[in-house]
Nanobody
Framework: QVQLVESGGDLVQAGGSLRLSCAAS????????MAWYRQVSGKQRELVAS???????NYANSVKGRFTISRDYAKNTVDLQMNSLKPEDTAVYYC??????????????WGQGTQVTVSS
């Protein structure tokens, strides 16, 4: 029933920009926190940015000042604007939705990922 679908991944040159989008289904979207993770083959997923149920944002130090996470409650979408991209940003980016308030605790959903490749 609940689905997360990412889009926007592409091949870009260093210094370029991309905007990733995550479309979420379900009536629980407004009560859930959202995040973007990324993963390089053979390595663990790492948190890139998050935006909580209370609209507080958090970023990995490596992307601060370059990436911006936002959500649209009317459209059930979460975006990640990525500027000044670097080759080390190359990874598969995953959208995550999880519950952190009492009524949603235990809920955790993932998208299938979208590939971002940054050439030097």
């Amino acid at each position: 029933q609940v689905q997360l679908v990412e889009s926007g991944g592409d091949l870009v040159q260093a210094g370029g920009s991309l905007r990733l989008s995550c479309a979420a289904s379900g009536r629980i979207f407004s009560f859930m926190s959202m995040a973007w993770y990324r993963q390089v083959s053979g390595k663990q997923r790492e948190l890139v940015a998050s935006i909580t149920w209370g609209r507080r944002t958090n970023y990995a130090n490596s992307v601060k000042g370059r990436f911006t996470i936002s959500r649209d409650y009317a459209k059930n979408t979460v975006d990640l604007q990525m500027n000044s991209l670097k080759p080390e940003d190359t990874a598969v980016y995953y959208c995550n939705m999880w519950g952190e308030i009492p009524s949603t605790q235990g809920l955790d959903y993932w998208g299938q990922g979208t590939q971002v490749t940054v050439s030097s």
